[in-house]
């Protein structure tokens, strides 16, 4: 329902003009129009109409409208944050997110906070577990032998090999010496490392799960709203950067570290045995006759050598002693290390 209210306002002699205006009816004031005009009208020549002190005369603005209920209309007020509010993450940094740190196995994320990584923190590498020791072997002798009839040992020769205590005969016509070439041959003793090393696997005490950290229902005066986690999922907002940093403080000050992997370089030295003794004992002897009994030269070895034979057969045979060498064993210690890689520095807020 409209009223109508001409009032006479200020009388401009000059031109003559009345200015009118027309108010709405409503109690709740909702806005008003002015309608009346002069051919020339100044901001210092005119007077406001009745009910305009505030100076609203010539329209409502939307700070100063009123809803129905008498209340400020202001536009949308959500509130305060549901969640907690996440400070600001600073440039370099990736977040938030919602950062789980369990022994053992890693955390899944709640429904609706989907995981984004699974890292891992406190490196479990202990020491490789070796074991070094020493097999004796014993020596394995024998004798190779040639016989000459010339000084030298030069010219035609017949020969053989002997073991420990063997004998060879041969014959001849006639009275003669006998020259004697001999070597010694196989092996000495020797001591053989034997080792049992196991390098025992890695593992990580603390799993660090990585969950998306949703906007939640309000708003923050600083930084951004987070949803609400459910409260059996314990987990702080955090924010994370590839390798080692420094926390930007800003709101993230608590500092931890966590990796995607281990770089495993532990294993045991050389095992290693010191040899002492080990040599086999070798003696070789010609005889006058073919069974090796009678009287007997003993022959250098390694040198032409001879004795005298008569008319008949005659031998040569050799005595070895085989030895069994003593056995240092030395190295077979753990070395190298396991370091984690894939370094991510994480930051959480307080």
């Known amino acids: 329902m409209l009223r109508e209210s001409c009032g006479v ?4 002699f000059a031109l003559g003009a009345v200015a009118c205006s027309f108010e709405s009816g409503s109690d709740s004031g909702s ?3 002015s309608l009346g005009s002069s051919a020339s009208e100044t901001s210092d020549s005119m007077s406001d109409g009745p009910g305009s002190d505030d100076g609203s005369s010539g329209g409502d603005t939307a700070d100063s409208q009123s809803g129905s209920d008498g209340s400020a209309i202001t536009g949308d007020d959500p509130g305060t944050c549901e969640g907690p509010c996440a400070p600001d ?5 990736d977040g938030p997110f919602y950062v789980a740190a369990t022994e053992g196995d890693a955390a899944a994320c709640p429904e609706g906070f989907p995981q984004q990584d699974v890292r891992f923190a406190d490196l479990v590498a202990p020491d490789a577990m070796c074991t070094c020791a020493c097999q004796a072997v014993e020596s394995n002798c024998g004798v190779d032998y040639t016989l000459h009839l010339t000084g030298g040992c030069f010219g035609d020769a017949i020969g053989g090999t002997l073991g420990n205590g063997e ?3 041969y ?4 009275p003669l010496e006998i020259f004697v070439d001999s070597t010694v041959t196989g092996t000495a003793g020797s001591c053989n490392p034997t080792t049992n090393d196991a390098v025992p696997d890695t593992s990580w005490e603390t799993a660090v799960t990585v969950c998306m950290a949703p906007s939640g229902v309000g708003e923050c005066e600083q930084g951004r709203c987070a949803a609400e986690l459910p409260g059996s999922f314990d987990a702080r907002l955090c924010i994370s950067q590839p390798g080692e940093h420094e926390c930007p403080g800003s709101g993230y000050a608590d500092r931890q570290m966590s990796y995607t992997g281990v770089d495993d370089e532990r294993a045991c030295s050389t095992c290693e045995c010191g040899t002492e003794g080990g040599e086999c ?3 070789v002897t010609g005889h006058a006759n073919g069974n090796c009994t009678g009287s007997s030269s003993d022959l250098e070895i390694g040198t032409c050598d001879g004795f005298d034979v008569n008319t008949g057969d005659y031998g040569v045979s050799a005595t070895i002693e085989n030895k069994t060498p003593s056995c240092t064993a030395s190295g077979g210690e753990p070395v190298g290390e396991a370091t984690p890689t894939g370094a991510v520095t994480v930051c959480c807020a307080g």
């Open 89 to 93: 993450v600073p440039s370099g940094w």
């Open 31 to 33: 806005g008003s129009a």
């Open 9 to 12: 306002g200020t009388l401009l």
């Open 281 to 283: 004992e070798v003696a």
């Open 167 to 169: 004998c060879d005969p």
């Open 171 to 174: 014959a001849t016509l006639f």
